[in-house]
């Protein structure tokens, strides 16, 4: 009979009030000694507040049970406060108790969220010694780890070396390799996942139309969308937003806004992406409309959004609805102007040739422009004849913060041509003396003609 009030107790419990009734309860009847309904305390109350939920957890008169810890190691996990999860899993093993195969992924995780690695690889190391390197979850968990940590040789040898693989195994490789900018190789490895007859699922998927997206691959990412369509596949907004984020990079916006419209389900990402697409391919009056329509639909815009349409209003050349959206992002939103908001500012106020507005907000910026800014500005200078600070030699900047840069040396003495041509003579003899070379320009164009591997 009490068992059951108990668990009634569990689901009616939604505030901390609650869950210190509930307390005192357990405590009265002498619950708190039993390992059970300890664990399933620490379980129900992590949900509603972890501190509360961690003042149990120090405070109780017994060791609490492996699955105790795994749980609150695991809500640290999700929170903001990761390395906390870190720092349990520290405690645990100054006690009698052994991690078990839930508890390693849950702290590799954490390590890989908070770039530690190396405890990261300590843990892989206690993973091989207690034999939970066999573990599929495991292996999989350390994969991801490691292609976080930017070490995707370590990820891909985890994968060779894995006995036995599932989809998660596939999938994650995959995503491991866009993840570290080789897109190349996750279709490759797309490839082998098919001779090996595993089906990808949505997760895998989305990894792919990313490589796609990267290597601006139209063709297989027709396949996949075909693929999805012929399979059933079950769409869901991740695997939406991947979609058209592939049509809309490759240039079919037409085929981009189509899947945007058809979604029932939009998050920030898809709307800023679609924004993106649009200013991409020379639509920047259509993403400022698009951008009203996702703040009048509730979203907030992030960094990431005001980074998108600055951008768009840089091409089209709409400076004042550009000024507008940086005051409305500092002013309104709250959000700290970062360098890629000054440099879409500075781009815009150059293209438009509003040299002397550009000047100044290099110059109250409170971090030191970086050479892209420099690069901008100067080239800007370049274009209209003429340049705002005569007085302070901006090359100068330019070629302190990037010295080894050798179009900086040219761009510097083309623009000193219209001022000075010994100047600029100068920086070319600096080039010959520090052996500074610019590079050729060059580009990568997918070749036109189908492919027998374009194809799920």
Request: hydrophobic letters at 40%; aromatic letters at 8%.
């Amino acid at each position: 009979m009490i068992s059951h009030q108990i668990e009634a107790l569990f689901q009616r419990s939604k505030t901390t009030l609650h869950l210190l009734q509930l307390h005192s309860l357990i405590i009265k009847i002498a619950l708190d000694h039993d390992e059970y309904r300890l664990s399933q305390f620490i379980s129900f109350s992590s949900s509603i507040s972890l501190q509360f939920c961690r003042t149990i957890f120090d405070n109780s008169p017994i060791t609490p049970p492996i699955f105790a810890w795994n749980t609150l190691m695991r809500e640290y996990s999700k929170s903001s406060t990761k390395i906390e999860s870190v720092k349990l899993f520290n405690q645990l093993q100054r006690t009698e108790l052994k991690p078990d195969k839930f508890t390693l992924p849950i702290v590799l995780k954490s390590c890989g969220h908070c770039l530690m690695i190396g405890t990261g690889g300590s843990l892989h190391s206690m993973a091989f010694k207690s034999g939970f390197s066999s573990d599929i979850h495991v292996s999989n968990t350390l994969m991801r780890m490691y292609a976080v940590f930017g070490a995707i040789g370590y990820a891909r040898r985890l994968f060779d070396e894995m006995l036995e693989r599932d989809i998660v195994s596939w999938s994650s490789m995959i995503a491991a390799y866009v993840h570290c900018n080789l897109p190349s190789d996750a279709l490759l490895l797309f490839q082998s996942m098919k001779l090996a007859n595993e089906q990808p699922n949505s997760i895998t998927l989305v990894s792919l139309l990313g490589a796609c997206t990267h290597v601006l691959n139209i063709r297989l990412g027709r396949c996949i969308h075909s693929h999805i369509v012929t399979s059933g596949i079950e769409l869901h907004v991740e695997l939406e937003t991947a979609l058209l984020g592939m049509y809309a990079k490759c240039g079919h916006i037409e085929q981009a806004f189509h899947i945007f419209n058809s979604m029932a389900d939009k998050n920030l990402q898809t709307w800023t992406i679609m924004i993106s697409g649009l200013a991409d391919n020379g639509h920047g009056e259509e993403a400022v409309s698009l951008f009203t329509s996702m703040e009048e639909a509730g979203f907030r815009p992030d960094s990431l959004s005001f980074s998108v349409i600055l951008c768009a209003c840089s091409h089209k050349g709409l400076v004042d609805v550009g000024r507008r959206y940086f005051h409305k992002m500092v002013s309104i939103y709250n959000i700290r102007p970062t360098m890629e908001h000054y440099g879409c500012m500075v781009d815009m106020f150059g293209r438009a040739g509003e040299l002397e507005e550009a000047y100044d907000l290099i110059k109250s910026m409170p971090i030191e422009p970086n050479s892209v800014i420099l690069r901008s500005f100067i080239s800007a200078c370049k274009h209209h004849g003429r340049i705002p600070c005569a007085n302070e030699n901006i090359r100068d900047i330019l070629l302190k913060v990037e010295p080894e840069l050798g179009s900086n040396y040219v761009l510097a003495s083309s623009l000193s041509f219209l001022f000075n041509c010994n100047d600029a003579n100068s920086l070319r003899s600096a080039m010959k003396e520090k052996g500074v070379k610019k590079l050729p320009g060059s580009s990568w164009v997918q070749p036109l003609g189908g492919s027998s591997e374009d194809s799920i």
